[in-house]
């Protein structure tokens, strides 16, 4: 499948949002610039293209897989490409695997360059999946880069899966959507962490409904807002069993950026424990202070502040 090597940009953008300086061993599926790149299956993970005419893969995790990290990429460096892709996960009852996607957008020409995406996750009984996603854009043309990744989520009976996201920078516009179902006794985990700067605009959307006894999730954003870029933070938690339920929305904004939080948490059991918490606000002019006293500009005091909070 592979027909050549990745250039010097291809490479650079693989490693920012997957850390991989060469093809992994095990399972992975890299795409570029809407076709795929390279491919494998292990043992206990098949990847395959889907058969129900979507552009996508289908990814199969069997039962009792442990400690097998799937890879699956997507790069872009092709001015103009638009796509819109399907993957969905299955994972087997008892697996305990971590999954590494993300996208890279490295935009040099006049047009739009965009990613859209749906990834389904179907967690088994007692199974626990570590999702991490990166997003990184970069380049020197006119083009926009533009993602908007919707993920669907159902936590099996005892399955736990935690979800970080990443945006690192350079993404002009992004809207995320993510909807999760939560059974009996399962854990759905969130940790967001945003960056957006110049005049992006960037829309998180969640919605858990906690449907099983003793079902929980935690929906955790970081974000920092620069300059004339704006953002929307939407948590949704629906309580319908006996459940916790916990959102929160941890902001730094700057310059002449602008950001909403907006909750909703609804009760539909009387058992159900439910709790958002929103803080947006300026670097503390103490902290600006204390690292400017060590020699800091006043510019590398606030950029150490925020990737210390983005960490």
Do not use: W
Not at 107 to 116: A, E, L, P, S, V
Not at 257 to 268: G, S
Request: hydrophobic share 35%; aromatic share 6%; glycine share 10%.
């Amino acid at each position: 499948m592979m027909a050549r090597e990745l250039n010097t940009s291809e490479r650079t953008l693989l490693e920012t949002i997957s850390g991989l300086k060469e093809l992994p061993d095990g399972a992975y599926n890299i795409r570029l610039n809407g076709e795929p790149f390279s491919r494998s299956c292990s043992k206990n993970v098949e990847i395959k293209k889907k058969t129900d005419g979507k552009d996508g893969i289908d990814i199969i995790i069997t039962p009792n897989t442990k400690g097998e990290t799937v890879y699956i990429p997507v790069i872009m460096d092709k001015s103009g490409h638009t796509e819109m892709v399907y993957n969905d996960f299955y994972i087997g009852e008892n697996a305990d695997v971590k999954i590494v996607a993300g996208c890279g957008i490295n935009n040099c020409g006049g047009h739009d360059t965009q990613h859209d995406g749906v990834h389904s996750f179907f967690v088994g009984k007692n199974a626990k999946v570590t999702y991490m996603e990166k997003h990184f854009g970069e380049g020197s043309g006119d083009g926009e880069r533009i993602m908007n990744p919707t993920t669907i989520v159902e936590v099996g009976e005892n399955a736990y899966m935690e979800m970080e996201t990443t945006q690192i920078r350079g993404i002009n516009s992004t809207k995320r959507i993510t909807n999760a179902r939560v059974a009996k006794n399962g854990v759905f985990i969130v940790r967001e962490k945003l960056l957006t700067h110049d005049t992006q605009y960037a829309e998180s959307s969640f919605q858990v409904d906690l449907d099983g006894e003793n079902s929980s999730t935690n929906v955790i954003s970081r974000a920092v807002a620069q300059d004339k870029s704006r953002q929307l933070f939407i948590a949704k938690i629906y309580g319908n069993n006996k459940c916790h339920g916990h959102s929160e929305c941890d902001a730094i904004i700057m310059d002449d950026a602008h950001i909403a939080a907006v909750p909703e948490i609804k009760a539909n059991d009387s058992e159900a424990n439910l709790i958002h918490e929103a803080a947006i606000g300026k670097i503390a002019g103490d902290q600006l202070i204390k690292l400017m006293t060590l020699g800091l500009t006043e510019k590398e005091a606030e950029q150490h502040i925020v990737n210390g909070f983005l960490k």
